[in-house]
């Protein structure tokens, strides 16, 4: 049980209004999230007439209504979404109470939900997902893969806990780790004028037939702001390019269609070679992306995160520059 308490005027009276169980607080949480009182009855592992029971004693005792309810739909009411917006917090709190108690002996226990950008995650997580598993097992880590915007969403929604992000959040509901610069390199057909060219600078890049992924990948626009390109091209036989993968852009590279920058960690170990595709260092200082872990400024197990940092640094490979 918790007490709710308010705060009624200067003279510092406070006034228990109503107890309320974690569980009922639980249960709106999985409504509001499911808008479907099966689906969130099975998530909490209970009967559906129990879980409506529940709200409708939530409901009652606050005296409002939290959700409207049809044949067809749950729709949550606006005074509905601001209480689960409370509800939600409480929850994580009492939830980083009992994990507080449990990283007194590891930090890294129990679910750790972590998402990464597309152009990322297949390259860091197979450096240090083993690793990490070794060193701290009862650690759970569920790993999503999207794009930035999705990824920023899930975070705000309380899907995610942590993103592996390549754009540092801009407002203050979020916070950052971050982890390493990370240059990019530069993948040009074995044939291209530049194979016996030693350095490349940026008036050689300014010159090239840059190929880029599509727009809801951040890594387009970074490497746009690399080149000094101000808009994507539009024309030429790849102007309508939207390619949704690294691997696809080497691809047209190796066919001649063009060149292309990736980030290094996808250079290493060769996972993004190709025959007839050179992978070369650039002599462009401002061509690197940084990479971070940004996570809800709220989210109670920071020294969880800043041991995942920790241990994602360790392993990293000279090809990218650390921030500690």
Known sequence: MICII???DHNIRFYLLYQMNIRDLQYLV???????????AAQCFISQPTLSGQIQKLENELGVI??????????VTPVGKEITAHARQVVEQVEAIRRLAQSQKDPLTGPLRVGAIHTLSPYLLPLFVMGLRRQHPELLLEITESTTDQLLKELRDH????????TPPDNDDLDYIALFDEPFWLAHPRDHALYTQDDIGLDDLARLDVLLLSNEHCLSEQVMTACQMKERPDSGPMAGLKASSLETLVQLVAMGMGVTL????SVHGGRLAADGVILREIGVPQAYRRIGL????TFPRRAGLT??????????????????
Do not use: C, K, M
């Open 30 to 40: 999985a409504v509001s999230e499911t808008r479907h009182f099966g689906q969130a």
């Open 66 to 75: 939290l959700f409207e309810r049809t044949n067809r739909s749950v729709n």
């Open 307 to 324: 041991l995942l940092a920790d241990n994602i640094r360790q392993v990293l490979p000279n090809t990218v520059r650390p921030l500690f």
């Open 6 to 8: 308010v705060y009624l």
């Open 159 to 166: 899907s995610l806990d942590a993103a592996l992000l390549a």
């Open 262 to 265: 990736v980030p290094a960690l």
């Open 294 to 297: 940004v996570y809800r400024s």
